[in-house]
């Protein structure tokens, strides 16, 4: 079975500073792992996507992700946050070989930015 | 290029009053469509996934059943909602065929049972 852990329910930076929203996977299969962001009451919008090619995953607005298998962790970081990036952040995993086409979710990191 | 609508955007309803949510899918065919829920300050949890019409596989037995009458329309549905069914639905599509793929979001529909 696969499960995702986001380490962080919140984090707080101040504009310009680096962000760093941590997860953590468990997987029997090798597995894709992806970072969606929601503004509220918005739908999901993807970021970034693993999927066994590049273990540094570069994505929208800045960001990036980077797969460690060693450690099961695929953080996402910024190097300079900006007030538009205040959101909540989704880190995702999915499996090719159970049949089931479906993601499996974290529960969440809410970003704050701090003018 | 490929979008997703889902409506309405918002809906009020009382308990015990049934529910029908939209979902279409412009720009792909043969889709996978899914339904998730997202309960207030939790993640998201798949209710049902279709790989073709008439196609609905069932993730959490619940109060609510899914169709999907045509290629690129899914819909939602119950007989009669709880309490429990108020919280944020989102469709999603990914690719055909593929299973471990991005999958993508509609805007949502916001629904709050009274």
């Known amino acids: 079975a696969q499960s995702v852990t986001q380490l962080d329910s919140h984090v707080s930076v101040s504009e310009g500073t680096p962000v760093l929203l941590r997860c953590n996977y468990s997987?029997?299969?090798?597995?894709?792992l992806f970072w969606y962001v929601q503004h509220p009451n918005k739908g999901l919008q993807l970021l970034l996507k693993y999927t066994s090619a590049a273990t540094l995953v570069k994505g929208i607005n800045g960001f990036e992700a980077e797969f460690k298998k060693s450690e099961t962790s695929f953080h996402l970081t910024k190097p300079s946050a900006h007030m538009s990036d205040a959101a909540e952040y989704f880190c995702v995993v999915s499996e090719a070989d159970t049949g089931r086409r479906a993601l499996t979710f974290g529960s969440g990191t809410r970003l704050q930015v701090q003018p | 290029s490929q979008t997703i609508h889902q409506w309405p955007a918002t809906l009020v309803q009382p308990v015990g009053s049934p529910l029908s949510l939209e979902c279409t899918v412009e720009?792909?065919?043969?889709?996978?469509l899914y339904w998730y829920r997202q309960a207030a300050g939790r993640g998201l949890q798949l209710l049902f996934y279709s790989v073709g019409i008439g196609q609905i596989s069932s993730e959490v037995p619940q109060n609510l059943s899914a169709s999907r009458p045509q290629d690129r329309q899914f819909i939602l549905s119950s007989k009669k909602l709880l309490l429990s069914d108020s919280g944020f639905y989102l469709c999603a599509w990914s690719n055909p065929g593929l299973a471990r793929i991005e999958q993508y979001f509609g805007p949502g529909t916001r629904l709050t049972v009274t």
């Open positions: 720009g792909t065919s043969n889709p996978n």
């Open positions: 997987s029997s299969y090798s597995p894709s």
